[in-house]
């Protein structure tokens, strides 16, 4: 387990190599990229199944940081009737963790993303909005928080994965986020799961993780270069 500092409270982070490496680093010399996982409100309630994802991600060859990013609120899991009052924390502890990602040893700082679930998309997107080493973003399930909304900033590629019948957070999410990126002209792909809800299951669940590996390809390994320019 590692850790970094934010708010002045210790936010723990569980770091999943790159297929090859180590926790400091691939042990050849090369950077590889990385990316940041965000759970959502359920927070470490269903720990293992975001640690099953971050082990599939970092088999493909990118380095994992697993943020709790609730112990900057000391919480398990989302309380409800504090998460306005608390998102701004947990965005800024999510923006602090990009910038300590990008300094940990064997990672490439031009080559960083965020995968967020549900709420953790929804920091994806708040934190991305500053932070332009965030050079992808992977949406599960995430909304489109309202200052976004209205300020509509300029997004990294994004591919947006929903299900069609989510209950939690509807699928009109989706839409306008991909409403957003088209304005923008920004690089990005949707999948809508049709009769899934706010968890995809089956060959719905097979699919979206090969799309994720697919897109961490094509915005984090060989058009690295492309997206930097495209951000400028």
Known sequence: MQSLMSGGRRIEVEWFAASGGSAKGNG??????AVHLLHGADG?????????????IAASGYHVAFVHYLDRTGDRRVAY?????????WAETVH??????ADQPGTDAQRLGI????????????????EPRVRAILDYFGPLPDELARE???????????????????VSHARALERLLQEQGTAHQIRIYEGQGHR??????????????????????????????ARA
Do not use: M
């Open 28 to 33: 050849n010399g090369t950077s590889r990229p």
């Open 44 to 56: 470490l309630t269903f720990a293992d199944g975001y640690r099953l994802a971050a082990r599939t």
């Open 200 to 229: 995809l299951t089956g060959l719905a669940q097979l699919d979206a993780a090969a799309r994720v590996g697919r897109f961490l390809g094509q915005h984090l390994q060989t058009a690295a270069a492309e997206t930097s320019s």
């Open 96 to 101: 602090d963790a990009v910038a300590w990602l």
């Open 152 to 170: 509509r900033p300029r997004l990294p590629p994004t591919l947006i994965l929903h299900g069609s019948a989510d209950p939690i957070v509807p």
């Open 115 to 130: 995968v967020g679930i549900s709420l953790g998309a929804a920091l994806a997107f708040t934190t991305a909005a500053a």
């Open 81 to 89: 009737t504090r998460l306005r009052q608390d998102f701004p924390l």
